[in-house]
């Protein structure tokens, strides 16, 4: 797809917009210029050429919300794109640059993930082989029920199956890798040999490795492959696509007073030093996932601040996925329901992300979730 260069006349409105971005090196001083699709439209409009296709999904976009910052000081404009792309041309290299960037990304098709095609919205069942897990904790700590478990949520439309051995609530303690292993790694080999596409959820380069040779085809690491010195070499070496979660702090304190300049963009500085770190390992951007980890040390108004700014995310050229089933921020904003009645918000939250072209939700209930998948679809229909 080529995209046209408007005319330094179109800015318009955006005249007066940031003049404090004018030097050439503007992003080498510490100024940073985001694109946030809004306004989304049916990808027909696409094809009709009145806007740009989202991430070859459903949506496609001919308005952004234009956000620059430096340092705590940040402005935002909601603009048509073409008065965003004149702008920064009007502005600098640096920042013509880093526009003609982010829309590339935002508008390039993204390929399979793990085999699976990310042509429609894609569902990823949650196993937890653990007694303490937030919502399921003991549900599933034997192998048995765990290998039972994953082929029910495969059999209800769960095209991935996430495989944890070790809670990451808040106020966890720590699991020691051989003890995670013992816990997952019966539960992979049977649900692998099944054909299951399985995703190993695990912060251990050990444990990575171990469960890839068992069969996973998926890293899925809340700490984005930094909580292990070993596991950015590890999924490297073993070739797994990786989920990269943004987490702040750890399990233990990531919920005593978490603070952000703004949430949504800090988030996404975070997680663009890590798509960095992993294509600078050699690991491409097909093989990334970015998550921005609802929950995570995060209050329930970084959570929606985070879920509005959904869209966003796309600018990283990865896939996106969102995680907010069963989570607390569901029951604060209602009656206080415990995890496992929080599947309407849950339904609700997800949804949110799909409106805005994400491509895989990591989910509890899957069921629920391929029934609200097929409304959805009927709603959306894609090309």
């Not at 990808?43 to 949506?59: C, D």
């Not at 415990?338 to 849950?346: A, L, M, N, T, W």
Request: proline content about 7%.
């Amino acid at each position: 797809m080529t995209i046209r260069r408007p005319p330094a006349s179109a800015a318009g409105s955006l005249a007066g917009f940031a003049p404090w971005v004018k030097e050439p090196g503007a992003g080498e001083e510490g100024v940073w210029v985001y694109l946030r699709p809004v306004g989304l439209l049916p990808v027909e409009a696409w094809a009709k050429g009145a806007a740009v296709p989202l991430a070859g999904g459903r949506f496609a976009f001919a308005q952004v919300e234009l956000i620059v910052r430096q340092g705590e000081r940040i402005e935002r404009a909601f603009a048509p794109l073409a008065e965003a792309m004149a702008w920064g041309l009007e502005r600098s290299r640096a920042v013509a640059a880093a526009v003609d960037r982010q829309l590339a990304a935002l508008t390039r098709a993204r390929a399979s993930f793990a085999g699976v095609a990310l042509d429609r919205p894609r569902i990823m069942g949650v196993v937890n082989v653990t007694p303490d897990s937030f919502s399921d904790g003991g549900d599933f700590l034997d192998p048995a029920a765990a290998i039972a478990q994953g082929r029910a949520l495969r059999d209800a439309g769960a095209e991935f199956l996430d495989i944890g051995g070790e809670s990451t609530r808040p106020g966890a303690a720590p699991v020691p890798p051989e003890e995670e292993e013992a816990r997952i790694l019966p539960v992979i080999r049977a649900l692998a040999g099944e054909g299951a596409v399985v995703s190993v959820d695990t912060r251990h380069a050990r444990v990575m490795r171990a469960a890839v040779a068992a069969g996973a085809a998926v890293v899925n690491d809340i700490s984005g492959l930094t909580g292990d010195p070993g596991s950015l070499r590890a999924v490297a070496e073993t070739g797994a696509p990786v989920v990269l979660m943004h987490m702040l702090g750890e399990p233990g304190t990531m919920q005593q007073d978490p603070r952000y300049v703004d949430a949504a963009l800090d988030v996404y500085d975070w997680l663009e030093e890590r798509v960095a770190a992993c294509t600078a390992a050699g690991i491409p951007l097909e093989r990334i996932c970015v998550d921005f980890g609802i929950g995570f040390g995060k209050t329930v108004a970084h959570n929606l601040t985070i879920l509005r700014h959904t869209a966003l995310y796309h600018a990283l050229g990865c896939a996106v996925l969102v995680g907010v089933s069963r989570k607390s921020f569901v029951g604060r904003l209602s009656r206080g329901e415990p995890p496992k009645q929080r599947v309407p918000g849950s339904l609700a939250a997800g949804l949110e992300g799909w409106n805005q072209g994400a491509q895989i939700l990591r989910v509890h209930d899957v069921a629920e979730t391929a029934q609200a998948r097929a409304l959805w679809e009927g709603l959306h229909p894609g090309r």
